[in-house]
């Protein structure tokens, strides 16, 4: 084997140096995703930040990025090292097809990213929506009662008071704000 890179071009040898490592990268961070090993990346942060505003799926700068981009690079050359006679035009196809297999792999990112969907519930998606009243709720804030609200397709129990008069159970409700931040203000429809 050593024989073979020995006997190689050193342009052609470079790019074999490039092409196997990150070959090897690549099929490790591969088992990786799919075994669920690289989704934090090995770091535990310990702080009390809010990252929820932050919007980055896609880092240009990345290892994963840079084993895309070496791996197409790499394996161009070689593919394309005996049908270029030109060395230049080689190396600049090979860096053309890098960076093909970079937004190549950010357009598949972004393609997964559509699939993903945020069931988690917040309170502030049950506004404007219908429920059923489950325990009749007092007139005029003067208790609590419940109300069964179905969001993303699951049904919650909730506390609900109302501003008007009482609501027996089974009436049909409409949800108009939030108050005491777990307690929903209600109307009869």
């Known amino acids: 084997m050593i024989e073979f890179f020995q006997n190689l071009d050193p342009l052609l040898r470079m ?30 942060a310990d702080f009390d930040g809010d990252l929820t505003g ?56 972004k393609q997964l990213q559509k ?6 519930f917040k309170m502030s998606s049950t506004i404007n929506k219908t429920a059923e009243v489950y325990l009749t709720i007092p007139e005029a804030k003067k208790g609590k009662g419940k109300i069964l609200i179905s969001i993303n397709g699951s049904v919650h129990e909730l506390d609900a008071m109302t501003e008007g008069p009482k609501i027996p159970s089974g009436a049909t409700v ?8 777990e307690i929903l203000l209600v109307e009869t429809i």
Do not use: C, H
């Open 115 to 120: 699939l993903a969907e945020d069931n988690s």
């Open 15 to 44: 790019f074999w140096f490039v092409a196997l490592p990150t070959s090897l990268i690549f099929v490790f961070q591969t088992i990786s995703t799919f075994m669920g090993v690289d989704s934090g990346d090995g770091i535990d």
């Open 174 to 181: 409409k949800v108009t704000k939030i108050i005491l931040e």
């Open 54 to 109: 932050a919007e980055a799926p896609f880092q240009i700068f990345s290892l994963r990025n840079l084993i895309n981009f070496l791996l197409g690079f790499g394996w161009a050359g070689i593919s394309f090292y005996d049908s270029i006679s030109n060395k230049t035009l080689l190396i600049a196809v090979a860096l053309l097809i890098g960076i093909v297999f970079l937004f190549a792999f950010f357009l598949i990112i």
